[in-house]
């Protein structure tokens, strides 16, 4: 019936917006040299599309500690700015998955099949997270070493659980990649300068 076409439509206009959103989000990151600057625009703009309690971005630490370095949170939530999180939280074997580039949507992080060790659990209870969403930003070095991965860009939803959706897993994606470019140019950059 008319309905259909309605829907191809209104399907059509959403890719489309997304493609807008997509362009300008990159844009806006490539715009700023400054790497603190293109994580900020990152976190705040993933924030506001994803109308996300809280968005973040993780860098690990070469030991398996880590800690939150840019971070866009609504006033009702802590931050995690600076806090530095235990090993535990973050074992060995999902550095390695991530690494090779899963992402995880987790709805509810007490729901049993979502995986979550249990101080993983305890530990975003003290933060109100209730879903999430985690995209590893990885960085190829070179040609013919593994990926190594530099940190995770990750969104909270702290009043409720939630159904992540595809096109939110892709804008985190596309956006982690666009980190990880950057921070080869950063790196580049940093050696030219040296």
Not at 3 to 9: E, K
Not at 14 to 20: D, L, P, S, T
Not at 87 to 94: G, S
Request: glycine share 4%; charged share 20%; net charge negative.
């Amino acid at each position: 019936g008319p309905s259909a076409g309605l829907s191809m439509q209104a399907e059509l206009r959403q890719q489309q917006q997304r493609v807008e959103l997509f362009s300008e989000v990159t844009l806006k990151i490539r715009q700023s040299l400054q790497l603190k600057e293109i994580l900020h625009t990152t976190v705040t703009e993933v924030q506001r599309i994803l109308q996300a309690d809280r968005v973040l971005i993780y860098h690990v630490l070469p030991d398996g500690t880590g800690k939150t370095i840019s971070e866009s949170v609504l006033p009702d939530y802590p931050t995690l700015m600076d806090l530095e999180f235990p090993q535990e939280v973050f074992p060995q074997e999902y550095q390695q998955l991530y690494a090779q580039g899963r992402v995880r949507a987790i709805a509810d992080v007490h729901d049993p099949t979502a995986g979550l060790a249990e101080c993983l659990v305890e530990f975003v209870d003290q933060f109100h997270i209730k879903a999430k969403l985690i995209v590893p930003i990885v960085q190829n070095l070179n040609a013919n070493s593994q990926n190594q991965l530099w940190g995770l860009l990750i969104a909270h939803q702290c009043d409720s659980v939630r159904q992540w959706v595809d096109f939110e897993l892709e804008l985190m994606q596309q956006l982690a990649d666009q980190i990880s470019i950057a921070l080869s140019q950063a790196q580049l950059l940093g050696r030219l300068e040296e």
